[in-house]
């Protein structure tokens, strides 16, 4: 079986001073922390996340705080500040996204449920890593038929690390509709953050959403796994240089979430980094397949 490593990383100049860029982020209402926000630099590979008490610490180079830092975190409207005046004020206030929610009549009379991108354990190979910034990695899901359809279950599969020591590591779900024009990631169908807990023992994660009644956008949807840098999640990896043959020590967080190879040309892969999104294309040797993070997702069909 083929293995593969995708690991973002960015490369820093080791002579670069660096400074400690720290602060919390709140909610501009009630004044809360806000946990698990992501802050990633502009147009660099260079990120973090807020800890569960709306915390973050990160030490960037110095030139880092002429750039901009876009905020996000699900259920508020995004932010761009100056890292300058974040590095001064410590503080950054976010404002909650008021959502248009559509009327949901959700029959009680379902037929039978469909599984999208069915998993097998011999079909998976290794998959995503992070090291530099909190991703999102999403995979989109077509909805083909006429038969209104809901959410039921989404399942994402992991790989153990063994360099990471602790029994679990957390990630966030996120849920986008399609953007008419460019088939992107758009606007989250979710209302609230759901932050999953996945047991490192085990091969996959899955969460029942069925009493969220989402109902599957005509376009189709995009399941997202998205990456927490908190210190729960944070190991470290040592390997060699391939120039230098020295041991080079690397930042990582958890978790490592699985590839498979398809043949089915629906399914899509992009990856939202540095404020926007991409396509992410890699081909299997043959070029006859596409290789996508190895998520499931179950609906139910409205009879």
């Known amino acids: 079986m083929r293995k593969f490593w995708y ?3 960015l490369a820093i100049p080791l002579n670069a001073q660096e400074v400690l860029l720290e602060g919390s982020v709140m909610d501009s209402r009630s004044k809360d922390p806000i946990p698990y926000v992501n802050l990633s630099f502009l147009n660099t590979l260079k990120g973090t996340s807020t800890d569960e008490e709306g915390k973050f610490f990160i030490d960037i180079p110095t030139p880092y705080l002429e750039k901009q830092v876009h905020i996000s975190s699900l259920g508020y409207k995004d932010t761009i500040v100056n890292a300058q005046k974040l590095y001064k004020e410590k503080k950054i206030f976010l404002v909650e ?5 559509d009327e949901v009549v959700v029959s009680e009379n379902f ?3 469909d599984v999208l991108n069915p998993i097998t354990s011999y ?3 290794s998959g995503f890593s992070s090291s530099a910034t909190p991703w999102v990695v999403a995979l989109y899901f077509p909805n083909i038929g006429a038969q209104k359809k809901y959410m039921h279950t989404v399942t994402v599969f992991l790989k153990k690390d063994i360099n990471f020591k602790r029994d ?3 990630f966030r779900l996120r849920m ?8 992107k990631p758009n606007k989250d169908l979710l209302r609230k953050s759901i932050v999953l807990e996945a047991n490192m023992e085990q091969e996959y994660v899955s969460i029942d959403l069925s009493s969220l009644q989402i109902k599957i956008p005509k376009e189709g949807i995009y399941i997202g796994i998205e990456w927490l840098f908190v210190p729960y999640n944070w190991y470290k990896t040592t390997s060699k240089d391939p120039l230098t043959n020295k041991a080079v020590v690397e930042d990582r967080f958890a978790p490592t979430f699985r590839g498979v190879y398809t043949k089915n040309q629906n399914y899509k892969a992009m990856v939202y980094g540095m404020g926007e999104w991409t396509n992410f294309s890699v ?3 043959d070029m006859t397949q596409n290789f996508i993070p190895a998520i499931s ?3 139910l069909k409205d009879h």
Do not use: H, M, Q, W
Request: zero cysteines.
């Open 123 to 125: 079909s998976l190979t």
């Open 176 to 183: 986008y509709d399609v953007a008419p024009g460019t088939k």
């Open 283 to 285: 081909k299997s040797k």
């Open 7 to 9: 690991i973002f990383l």
């Open 97 to 101: 996204e008021s959502f248009e929610l």
């Open 111 to 113: 037929g039978n449920a």
């Open 168 to 170: 679990a590591a957390k």
């Open 297 to 299: 997702l179950k609906l």
